[in-house]
């Protein structure tokens, strides 16, 4: 994975515990263009965490993140909130893409709870940029709590863009139910945030909407998921002729390394799809939030930081 320098050219605070950091070359070059629903990598004091890009997609000269400061942060948004600063210089990776956006899509319905709105914004902006059909529906606890919510009030996003403040939850599916049940023919609907909110919208969704034209970004893997059988099996390398045992309580890349064999990640909670491998035998039992229910089914490539095998064995392309 590529990395980059950058230095911080700006932060604000976007919302109640959201700031937004715009990143530049440090060395005052152009930076890798990316298209909407693009992430990157940011390692801050040798944490790594994924972060969508906000900004308009195809622009080089500069990224815009924006970070949500969680109450039980494992590093990454308590470091960027409180350690960060202007010209700090920072290190990134190439943007990648794991929610891509169907630029022919006859319209397109976002829909964004609460941090949610990062990928989604670039993805209105572009939208809009291009004169395309779309609509943006945003779902927050306040106007407080609404990031970017004076960009995406301007006039010219007036009559694309509307605000939810504080639904119960009763009243949040009955608005979904009524908002999902026509869609016009060849419609798309992208929809982040958290996951109670992604899962309704998911379900309300699947009454009517093809899966192929729904199209969705976690910001983390399951718990239940990640919290499934724990079940030890062998596993073959094809190309180093290698074999290991990945214990109980152990991923694969962890049983991996102790043989000597590094496998690229940054999430390690199967999210960003850093460590894609191929599969050539075995079963996989997928515990990831990146491949999609044909590639699952497929079972010809796996997310080793958490996935594993449901057979007694699994050959990777290794």
Known sequence: MSEMKVRVREI?????DVKSFVLVDAGGATLPSFSCGSHIDVNVGGVVRQYSLCNVAGGSDHYRIAVKREPESRGGSRLLHDDVHVDDVL??????????????????????????????????????SAGASFQL???????????????????????????HYALEPSGLKAYLRKLLWHHDAGAHLYLCGPRPFMDLVQDTAA???????????????????????????????????????????????QALLALGIEVPTSCEQGVCGT???????GTPDHRDVVLSDEERAAGDKIMPCVSRARSSSITLDL
């Open 12 to 16: 604000r605070q976007e919302a109640i």
């Open 275 to 281: 460590c894609l491998t191929g599969v050539l035998a």
């Open 91 to 128: 290190i990134v990776s190439a943007p990648r893409n794991n929610f891509e956006l169907d630029r022919d899509a006859g319209h397109t319905l976002l829909l964004a709870g609460g941090i949610g709105i990062t990928p989604l914004l670039s993805m209105a902006t572009t939208l809009k």
């Open 137 to 163: 529906q945003y779902f927050t606890r306040s106007i407080a709590h609404t990031a970017f919510h004076e960009e995406l009030s301007r006039p010219d996003l007036a009559e694309q863009v509307t605000f």
């Open 207 to 253: 009454a009517t909407w093809p899966p192929e034209n729904v199209h969705l970004e976690y910001f983390a893997a399951d718990s239940q998921s990640l919290a499934g059988p724990q079940q030890a099996f062998d596993v073959r390398l094809a190309r180093s002729g290698k074999s290991c045992r990945v214990d109980e309580g152990q991923s694969i890349v």
